[in-house]
């Protein structure tokens, strides 16, 4: 964009289309003004939804041609693999290891339950079929693949009458040869074939992980190739003529072209987008280590930024199926807003883990669910206002008072010390959680800020913080739609890899040139594909690594000059220095193993304009109301804001309430709340 | 309900504060330890414990979990005080009590304080590489002394006060092959214990004292309550059940009877009949204590009819255990105890096949009952060590049982086994890997068929390599069925030589010395099958033919009748599952032993089993594997029934040599002879 736009709006439109709603955020790129709503989701054909929304903003007076960036979350992958409504594909083995998507990697979800099963594969064994063909370690052919061989399996195919086929053969991600024979012989018999290999779709090492990234992608596609048609005609509909494109669980963004073949590649782009959101908001913000609460009605999520980046994992889950593709990592830790409390048959108040979610919903719903959940203990215990809650007209108290009354005969307690019981319990859940997420990545949670997003993660993300020990609280100015935010915040990213599996110490054996060229230019031609014209465009390097005798591998960032013959030493010395950093121990002398090569094509979108954005104010806020809240201490009176009359440095004590049209936030009694020059909410902890 | 110290939501909470230390620990561990073998495999543990060496937390997401119930008590009681910087240590199965049960397992643990007060322990394992002994990695079958299988360490003090012992620890490393790696280990534990020590210092500082105190207590009996319900559903009755291992070195089963005496809310597992101990490393040295691992299939029902029950020690409360001494569950010292969960592995079998005779409807049926570990052995081509490699953890089906068929490839007694990638094993041993998939026709037929077995083929690339199987079992009876549901196969091992192409049967793996080209085949069973076979839905049986691991002729079983186009022809089937439902005059026995158990009980019955025990156990520890061997081969070779008197035949032949030499060396030990 350049400076002379001023004329033309130059919007940014992000969209996340949740369970119940879709959430719109437009951002008006010239002064960085956003307006944030939502509408219902359409849960048949989720793109009338965003038909709706586009409606709002031309009533609204917004250009449909004055949008630059079209940018939207989806999850239509990650529906179709839980709900099992995926296309009847067959997939291509290896002679010999035909139950690789039933062997998995053996172990049990529970391992000492009787009853502990793993997920049933995606394609059953009737259309999984061994080739007969093999490659050894490194590529080198054993078995050649004959073309008789390659015939049977074509005509057996043809038999089957499947809508697309996985390939995924061993050792093909050294050399794709075998795949791709399969893959042409079987696009020259039906062009209109779906083909997926495991070498394109994400040649890492690891038969089982790869055959199944392979497999959802072929298994996923006929709904995403779908969606995204009708998507294209909404927006021609009206009028929107910039490129579409979706949010990836890497947490950048590709175009809904891109999107029809690496389909994979969206299974978790809708918590993915929110992370990137409150990444986005932490740093204008200047906090450069924080920890994400996304907490609806079915889940609470954590994730880490440390030093300004967002943790990433090379393994996150979708069910029980491991999913190798670069995800940003999230881990849930347990309740939601919709949890059900009961007491077992020992006495004991247990939380969760079953769900009233978003129908029936909670009691205080009124839609038919009687069970005490975590959300009318909130209503119970002051901290919501009946009247004004996300996306509802109004909450009963009263039905929630009842579902809290089935526990107060167990528990001998009151209505209101039931409400605080669960609430306590709640939070000692998230916090065994939450710890562990800190301890595996041995994190101080002192060093940290938590942005609190998400229609309940504001309620309860003081008292989460003040159980951690995590001195401060950020609630970003719209939590409820940080997803969509998140969406127009993204680059336009996408991940190459390359297993090389071989020791790095003798130097000169691997030509780290030549083996990283191939993923750099595949990843510019990509970029050239999918970036505009706009975007500065670079590329990150980096290797996994591991000690001789682990099966962990650590990633380094590769500097280029250590590319060359000589630069081994450099990359081990790195190597040695990061494993110290993340395990508190490293061997200098011991052998190190190049696992993986990585690069990381980034196309970066031009920056919005604008700065501070309202006019600040040293007076104090005044109160609209007060409410009696319950805190574990005892009943006290809440002073209540609201969100939209609070002006940058404004600070007020808790306990109080500021209510806003998309969440609530509980400041407690020993909090202090400041607004900051971007309307964030800074809540501190004054016990230090 | 149960009447608690602490209110209902303050011991939820606290709950999960002490969960929260000990998984801490878990991942602080986890995180910093150095070798391989405790990030990949997660054998290692923690928890904490009471004054009394109860566990009270114990983790439920990181580690293994089968410690839960390990008594710490008599470990603790060898100290005589505890202050602040402590750390005790152990790996001695006899004199820890069967804390630990083999010698690679390091056992550290350090006290609680709050401020002058002990509250408790913080405690944790890990499998350490080596702990010296005969073979690399410390476990050897055929070691016959725990003084073969390593440095013994009795419970003491590594450090005291905060002050490391340094002379200990030298020696320590000095008596293994891995010192570097085992002290970074130690490293790991040590900075588990002390993670621990300052996190519970923080929830009692938070809670209080007395508040915390009450917690530890309730959390027994929270779990204890939880499991006495749960046993209170269970008929009383006494249920008498045995199983076999394979075999000791010589190759004569051993017998591990049980019988599961329920009373009220209680249990005894009585073992009383179970086999000496034998002169190989499967003695499993529980040391006549309330161990978990003998009654493993116990905790894995209460936890799968209740997967809420709170992970602390009050859960084998409920149970009792008599073990009489010199038995292979209760061995006495020195026997060697290295593959001492071969063993375990069995029990679980045995202990549910008691318990499936008082609550049918929620046991299932036998799984493949083992988990072994194929190690290649082979030439570096770099230096002049050797490789030693673990290719694949090997295991079988699981058993089916009343709603569902049986696991493909794992089970519930050891579903935490993970298995290595292919393409990671060929990256670094020198195999190539021809086959890795489920076996056909290998499960158990039933209502709910067993789960599929495993089949690992490999081809040898090198000279003079070694392929070991420790812990391979069930190559000698199949697993049993349940109600009707069918036993599975056995497991079978093949070695088709590269030079000639020739397959020969293997048995049961103990070394294999291999060449470039050669082929081993492991043939893991499938779990067997619940309920009558006639019974099962067509759609499944037809399911299971699309899928080709089960055969049309096999399908037989089920009383199907093909029509010519090869569908199964529903109305002939019925008619046919009608006439041969008829011809079953009587309901069918509670199990299918299968028909090796049932040719080999021919001679062996329970009775005859329990008879040679008896006479065994008069004999000296040291003579009972002996005289087993020699009276198993007697009356087997000629045919004789095995009586008491027969038995005490054969062996009068050699008491009377034994006596006199007896009498010349060791007059003494003559008196425990006669």
Redo the contacts between chains.
């Keep these: 964009m350049t400076t002379g736009a001023s004329e033309r709006p130059g919007y940014r439109l992000g969209i996340d289309i949740g369970g119940t709603f879709t959430d719109f955020n437009l951002l008006d790129a010239r002064n960085g003004e956003v307006f944030a709503f939502k509408t219902p989701t359409v849960p048949r054909d989720p793109s009338k939804g965003v038909a709706n929304g586009l409606r709002v903003l031309a009533e609204q007076g917004v250009a449909m041609d004055g949008i630059d960036y079209f940018v939207h979350g989806t999850t239509i992958a990650l529906n179709s693999v839980i709900q099992r409504t995926g296309a009847r594909v067959a997939l291509l083995v290896t002679e010999?290891?035909?139950?690789?998507l039933?062997?998995a990697?053996?172990?049990?979800p529970?391992?000492?339950?009787?009853?502990?099963?793993?997920p049933k594969p995606l394609i059953?064994?009737?259309l999984v079929l061994p080739v007969r063909e093999?490659l050894?370690?490194g590529g080198v052919v054993?078995t050649e693949l004959s073309s008789r061989e390659v015939d049977r399996v074509v005509d057996e195919i043809e038999h089957l009458g499947v809508d697309g086929v996985a390939i995924c053969l061993?050792?093909a991600?050294s050399n794709p040869v075998h795949e791709e024979m399969l893959r042409d012989a079987l696009l020259d018999r039906d062009p209109t074939m779906f083909v997926s290999t495991s070498a394109e779709v994400w040649p890492q090492?690891?038969?089982?992980?790869r055959a199944l990234v392979t497999v959802i992608n072929t298994y996923i596609r006929p709904r995403m190739v779908g969606y995204v048609d009708r998507l294209h005609g909404v927006l021609n509909e009206a009028g929107v003529e910039a490129r579409p494109y979706l949010t990836r669980s890497n947490g950048g963004i590709m175009t809904t072209t891109a999107a029809r073949d690496e389909a994979v590649q969206t299974l978790l782009s809708g918590p993915a987008s929110g992370v990137i959101g409150a990444a986005a908001v932490a740093a204008r913000a200047g906090f450069s280590n924080a920890l994400t609460l996304d907490m609806g009605g079915t889940s609470a999520d954590v994730a880490v930024v440390q030093d300004g980046g967002v943790a990433y994992s090379r393994e996150e889950h979708v069910g029980d199926f491991p999913v190798i593709v670069p995800s940003i990592a999230i881990s849930s830790i347990g309740a939601g807003g919709g949890s059900v409390a009961w007491?077992?048959?020992?006495?004991?108040?247990?939380v969760g883990p079953k769900s009233a979610g978003a129908d029936p919903g909670p009691a205080c719903y009124a839609l038919g669910g009687t069970e005490p959940t975590v959300t009318d203990a909130f209503l119970v215990s002051g901290y919501l206002n009946a009247s004004r809650f996300a996306g509802k007209t109004m909450l009963s108290a009263d039905a929630a008072k009842e579902a809290l009354d089935i526990l107060a005969g167990?528990?001998r307690?009151d209505d209101r010390q039931v409400a605080q019981?669960i609430i306590?319990?709640t939070i000692?859940?998230m916090?065994?959680e939450f710890?562990?997420v800190l301890?595996?990545k041995?994190l101080d949670p002192r060093d940290f800020t938590l942005i609190a997003f998400g229609g309940a993660g504001p309620v309860i993300a003081c008292l989460l913080a003040e159980e951690i020990g995590i001195p401060r609280v950020l609630v970003p100015l719209a939590p409820g739609t940080l997803c969509a935010l998140g969406a127009i915040s993204a680059q336009v990213m996408a991940d190459f890899v390359r297993s090389i599996?071989r020791p790095l110490s003798r130097a000169g054996d691997i030509d780290l040139k030549a083996e990283i060229a191939p993923l750099r230019r595949r990843a510019a031609e990509w970029l050239t594909r999918e970036a505009p014209a706009t975007a500065v465009t670079h590329f990150l390097t980096s290797a996994d690594l591991r000690y001789v005798?682990?099966?962990?591998e650590v990633e380094i960032s590769l500097d280029d000059a250590w590319l060359d013959t000589g630069g081994e030493g450099r990359i081990a010395e790195a190597f040695h220095a990061e494993h110290d950093r993340?395990?508190?121990?490293s061997?200098p002398g011991a052998d190190v193993e190049l696992i993986n090569l990585r690069v990381r094509a980034v196309g970066e979108l031009p920056g919005v304009g604008g700065g501070e954005l309202a006019a600040s104010s040293t007076a104090a806020p005044i109160p609209a109301t007060t409410r009696t809240i319950h805190e574990f201490a005892g009943a006290v009176a809440a002073s209540v804001y609201e969100r939209e009359a609070l002006l940058p440095r404004q600070e007020f004590d808790g306990p109080a309430i500021v209510e806003q049209a998309d969440s609530t936030v509980i400041v407690p009694t020993g909090w202090r709340a400041s607004v900051d020059p971007y309307l964030n909410l800074i809540v501190t902890s004054e016990c230090g | 309900m149960t009447a608690f110290r602490t209110d209902p939501v303050t011991l939820e909470v606290l709950k999960s504060h002490f969960v929260a230390v000990a998984e801490g620990m878990g991942y602080t561990l986890e995180r910093t330890a150095h070798t391989t073998f405790i990030k990949e495999s997660a054998d290692f543990a923690t928890g904490l414990a009471t004054l009394q060496g109860e566990f009270f937390a114990f983790p439920r997401t990181i580690g293994v979990s089968s410690f839960l119930g390990i008594d710490m008590g008599p470990t603790l009681g060898r100290f005589s005080s505890w202050a602040p910087g402590d750390i005790g240590i152990t790996n001695d199965p006899y004199l820890s009590n069967g804390l630990a049960t083999h010698l690679p397992d390091i056992h550290m643990f350090s006290p609680l304080f709050h401020q002058d007060e002990l509250f408790g322990f913080a405690w944790c394992f890990i499998h350490c590489s080596d702990v010296g002994g005969l073979v690399p990695a410390s476990i050897a079958p055929e070691a016959r002394d725990i003084q073969q299988e390593g440095l013994r360490i009795p419970p003491r003090k590594l450090y005291d006060g905060g002050r490391l012992d340094e002379s200990f620890l030298e020696l320590f490393l000095a008596n293994s092959r891995t010192p570097t790696e085992n002290w970074g280990d130690f490293k790991a534990m040590i900075a588990a214990l002390r993670t621990a020590e300052t996190r519970f210092a923080t929830v009692v500082d938070k809670y209080g004292p007395g508040t915390v105190k009450d917690a530890m207590a309730d959390m027994l009996d929270w779990s204890e309550e939880a499991v006495r319900a749960l046993v209170r559903e269970v008929p009383d009755g006494s249920y008498r059940f045995s199983d076999y291992l394979d075999g000791d070195m010589e190759g004569i089963p051993i017998r591990l009877a049980v019988t599961l005496e329920v009373h009220g809310d209680e249990a005894t597992v009585d073992f009383t009949g179970t086999d000496p101990q034998v002169q190989a490393a499967f003695n499993l040295p529980a040391c006549g204590a309330r161990h978990p691992f003998l009654f493993q299939g116990l905790i894995n029902y209460v936890l799968s009819e209740n997967p809420d029950i709170p992970l602390a020690a009050g859960l084998v409360r409920p149970f009792h255990v008599i073990a009489p001494a010199g038995t292979v569950v209760n061995p006495i010292p020195p026997a060697a105890v290295g593959i001492r969960y071969a063993t375990v592995f069995r029990l679980y079998n045995a202990v549910l096949g008691a318990l499936a005779q008082a609550v049918p409807d929620k046991v299932p049926a036998a799984g493949c009952g083992a988990g072994s570990m194929v190690v290649l052995s082979s030439p570096r081509m770099d230096s002049s060590g050797r490789h030693v490699v673990v290719i694949e953890p090997l295991k079988g089906g699981g058993g089916a049982s009343i709603n569902q068929d049986g696991t493909a490839g794992t089970d519930s007694d050891g579903g935490f086994l993970r298995n290595t990638p292919v393409e990671s094993i060929e990256a670094h041993v020198p195999v190539l890997v021809e086959r890795y998939e489920l076996l056909p026709d290998s499960a158990g037929a039933g209502r709910h068929r067993g789960g599929w077995g495993t089949c690992l083929e490999f081809r040898v690339e090198l000279p003079d390599s070694i392929v070991t199987a420790r812990g391979m079992e069930r190559c000698r009876f199949e697993p049993w069925g349940l109600r009707g549901g069918q036993a599975s196969i056995r497991t079978q091992a093949f070695v088709t030589d590269g030079q000639s192409g020739e397959r020969r049967v293997v048995g049961r793996i103990n070394v294999l010395q291999l060449g470039p080209g050669d082929v081993v085949s492991l043939w893991a069973s499938g779990g067997a099958g619940y309920g009558d076979p006639l019974e099962r839905e067509l759609g499944l049986i037809e399911a299971d033919i699309r899928s080709e691991l089960l055969s049309p002729s096999q399908a037989e079983t089920y009383g199907v009748v093909f029509s010519e186009d090869g569908q199964i022809d529903a109305s002939a089937t019925g008619a046919r599952r009608t006439a041969l439902a008829g011809h079953a005059s009587t309901a069918a026995p509670l199990f299918d032993l299968g028909p090796s158990r049932r040719e080999y009980e021919r001679v062996w019955s329970d009775a005859q089993s329990s008879a040679l025990v008896e006479f065994l156990m008069e004999l000296p520890i040291g003579l009972r594997s002996f005289a087993k061997r020699e009276i198993h081969l007697r009356i087997d070779s000629l045919g004789l029934e095995a009586t008491q008197e027969t038995m005490r035949a054969i062996w009068s032949d050699y008491e009377e040599k034994l006596r006199g030499f007896v009498h010349e060396v060791a007059p003494s030990v003559s008196a425990i002879v006669a």
């Design positions: 010999g290891f035909r139950d690789i039933e062997l990697r053996l172990r049990l529970v391992p000492w339950n009787f009853y502990s099963q793993r059953p064994r009737e093999r050894r370690f054993e061993l050792h991600f090492a690891r038969e089982y992980e007491v077992d048959g020992a006495g004991v108040l247990k167990p528990l307690l019981a306590r319990v000692a859940n916090f065994t710890s562990a301890e595996r041995g599996d005798g682990q099966s962990h993340l395990f508190a121990h061997e």
